[in-house]
């Protein structure tokens, strides 16, 4: 599904990611892990196609497509999705109004036709009431005055509309209370699928257990310096960081 | 007295002096106007066309933007309409024909100035603006427009439309003062609409005197074609409980000065002035008011966005006065700019001056380019970079145009919006 091979990125000249490599295969989640500041949203926002970031050395192939000269909005037709860990207040543009066109361009660059709104209006309704969602967050400027917990689950909202094939969640736990974490867990796990497969950023254990990943990396200083199973989580939990960034130093 | 230097004209001062002297005779009015357009005069004679060392008018050097003044058209009248709709053609006023509604009467303004009584006089000669050339050359050289009065009570839904264009190809200034009278307790709505087919200067003003709780709210508009110079003034007087709203949406013409003189003379006003300017090429728009609160209890709103393409040049400078007696004044003024080039430029100049100790009020002005966090938020979601810029543009503009009460004009003016984003991006 998306490997990514000895991959070297700097940005304003400082190098941040020293060597990744990682390979996610089709249906599987795959745990990232690693203490702050060790790169974890810039490898997020490198594999999604931000600009401002210099990819020096090495690959991104997504089902057998190199995908690093393309614009983060080919990508996400492609099947990229990421799900911030800060999402952006964009004012005056409704909810609904930013969901038909993100739905409607990545169908126009795939050659789709473009959804009707009752088609549109009737697959927004039944997401929004699994996330627990309300119509009128939707007629809401997207993400305007959202608390912590509605913008996490207005991009599980995005990421179930959109299908993606592989989605990228960087620290969707974050500032979530136990309630909201079930709640954008479920929503994840619902979205499971043989051919979609998952890259799930966390600083902590937490979100693993109501995600329960097939793999865990742990990402120090720009590199994957362990894999493992979900027991590595478990341990990282009880020992920290400290082992790996000593590593990687 | 210290003597005052000699003026030195311009070629366009001069012959703006001479095109009073020209038509002073012939000009409507009895002799309580002729004395109200001599003084307005005066202070134009003295002062001639603002220039940068006029702090109002720093940004829009007018005595270097007006090389020529165009000669003042005689005017030809346009053809009347039905409905609410006042059409007023290189500053002459037709009315429209049919029924209006009750409560509703509408006078052609030079009607109104050969008859004018000293209520109408003192209404249409305000002292507020007195002192600005611009505005003092209006009120010296204006033989039409309309009169508009709304009667105690009335509540006039559908708006009424001004409709301002120009005849002929030949290059031409046009004059025009509209008054508005609004009842106590009534409601109306005013749409003024700026076009010119021709190289056009205009020198537009609208006073608007609002009585006890009546309400009243304005949209300010150019359209696809609008003057290459045009000075748009406005003037209102709020009684007390009574709300004025103005909204200005710019997208059209070359050189655009709008100042505003607002003054809330009763207890529990609302006023609220509002806008967005779309520049592109080398338009340059001015927004400049004053907002004096004179009595307590009174509320301020003030938001203006400014969008600014190519070599364009935005202005905005509001002035918010508490005087001394006016405690539990709430105003509130914002301007917002955001620059699509690395040519354009934003000039902001917010001023708060507040002699009440006991007030809340504040002010804010921003400038800045395109967010590209924002833009990559919706790039990640598919959307391509052109749409992504249209989006976040249409949607700080929106922001202000939901104010906008009057459905019908809400979603013109959208559509105008949509239209200018459809045409950068092609
Ligand atoms: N725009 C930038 N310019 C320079 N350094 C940056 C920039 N963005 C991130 N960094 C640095 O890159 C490193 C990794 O940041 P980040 O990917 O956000 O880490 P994480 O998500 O794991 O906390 C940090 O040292 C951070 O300071
Ligand atoms: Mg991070």
């Known amino acids: 599904m998306l490997t990514i091979t000895d991959l070297h990125a700097n940005i304003d000249g400082k190098e941040i990611l020293k060597g990744l490599s990682l390979t996610v295969k089709p249906g599987e989640v795959a745990a990232i892990m690693g203490p702050n500041g060790s790169g974890k949203s810039t490898l997020s926002y490198v594999v999604s196609g931000r600009d401002g970031y210099e990819v020096t050395e090495g690959s991104i192939v997504l089902n057998g497509e190199d995908i690093l000269a393309m614009e983060a909005h080919e990508r996400a037709a492609k099947g990229i999705f990421l799900a911030f860990q800060y999402p952006l207040e964009i004012p005056g543009v409704t909810t609904m109004t930013f969901l038909k066109a993100a739905m409607n361009a990545q169908r126009k660059q795939r050659g789709e036709e473009e959804l009707t709104t009752p088609d549109f209006i009737k697959r927004v309704r039944a997401a929004a009431d699994k996330l627990g969602v309300s119509q009128e967050m939707l007629r809401r400027p997207l993400n305007v005055g959202f608390s912590g917990g509605e913008k996490k689950r207005m991009e599980v909202l995005q990421m179930v509309l959109l299908e993606p094939k592989i989605a990228i969640l960087d620290e969707t736990d974050s500032g979530l209370d136990i309630d909201a974490l079930r709640i954008v867990a479920e929503g994840v796990n619902a979205l499971r699928a043989p051919d979609r497969s998952f890259l799930v950023i966390t600083h902590y254990q937490r979100l693993l257990d109501y995600i329960v990943p097939d793999s865990v990396h742990v990402l120090s200083a720009g590199r994957i310096v362990k894999s493992g199973d979900k027991g590595l989580a478990l341990e990282l939990e009880k020992n920290g960081y400290r082992d790996y960034v000593a590593d990687a130093a | ?426």
């Open chain 2, 1 to 426: 007295m210290t003597p005052r230097p000699p003026v030195i004209r311009t070629k366009a001062e001069t012959s703006l002096v001479e095109s009073f002297a020209q038509a002073s005779a012939s000009l409507p009015g009895g002799d309580a106007v002729r004395g109200a357009r001599t003084r307005a005069f005066d202070v134009f004679h003295e002062r001639g066309l603002p220039h940068r060392r006029i702090e109002a008018w720093h940004y829009t050097d007018l005595r270097n933007l007006m090389r020529e003044a165009y000669p003042i058209a005689s005017g030809v009248a346009a053809k009347a309409e039905s409905g609410l709709r006042v059409a007023i053609q290189d500053g002459v006023c037709t009315l429209p024909t049919g029924a209006l509604p009750a409560g509703l009467k509408l006078t052609a303004m030079r009607d109104a100035l050969a008859s004018a009584d000293e209520a109408l006089i003192h209404a249409l000669f305000p002292d507020q603006g007195a002192d600005d050339a611009m505005a003092a050359f209006n009120a010296a050289m204006a033989r039409d427009g309309v009169l508009i009065e709304v009667a105690p009570g009335a509540q006039i839904d559908a708006p009424i439309e001004l409709s301002f264009t120009a005849s002929g190809d030949a290059p031409h200034g046009d004059i025009s003062r509209c008054l508005v009278m609004v009842g106590a307790g009534a409601r109306a709505s005013i749409l003024e609409s700026h076009a010119a087919p021709a190289r056009v200067q205009r020198n537009s003003a609208m006073i608007f005197r609002l009585g006890e709780a009546a309400s009243l709210s304005h949209v300010f508009e150019t359209c696809a074609a609008s003057p290459e110079l045009h000075v748009a003034t406005l003037i209102a007087e709020v009684g007390k409980d009574a709300a004025f709203s103005s909204f200005a949406f710019v997208c059209a013409g070359e050189v655009l000065r709008r100042q505003a003189f607002v003054r809330g003379v009763g207890e529990g006003v609302k006023i609220a002035l509002r806008g967005v300017s779309l520049l592109k090429g080398k338009q340059h728009a001015d927004t400049t008011l004053v907002v004096e609160h004179a009595v307590p209890h009174g509320e301020s709103r003030e938001m203006f966005k400014t969008i600014l393409d190519g070599e364009a040049s935005g202005v905005f400078q509001g002035k918010v006065v508490v005087r001394p007696h006016a405690q539990k004044t709430d105003g509130g003024m914002k301007s917002q700019a955001i620059l699509l080039s690395d040519d354009a430029a934003m000039y902001n100049k917010p001023e708060l001056e507040i002699f009440a100790d006991d007030v809340v009020c504040g002010h804010g002005a921003t400038v800045g380019q395109l967010d590209e966090d924002q833009i990559f938020y919706l790039m990640a979601r598919g959307i391509p970079r052109a749409q992504a810029e249209g989006m976040i543009i249409e949607g700080f503009a929106r922001e202000v145009l939901e104010f906008v009460e009057d459905e019908a004009i809400r979603e013109r003016l959208g559509a105008g919006l949509s239209g200018w984003l459809a045409r950068r991006a092609s």
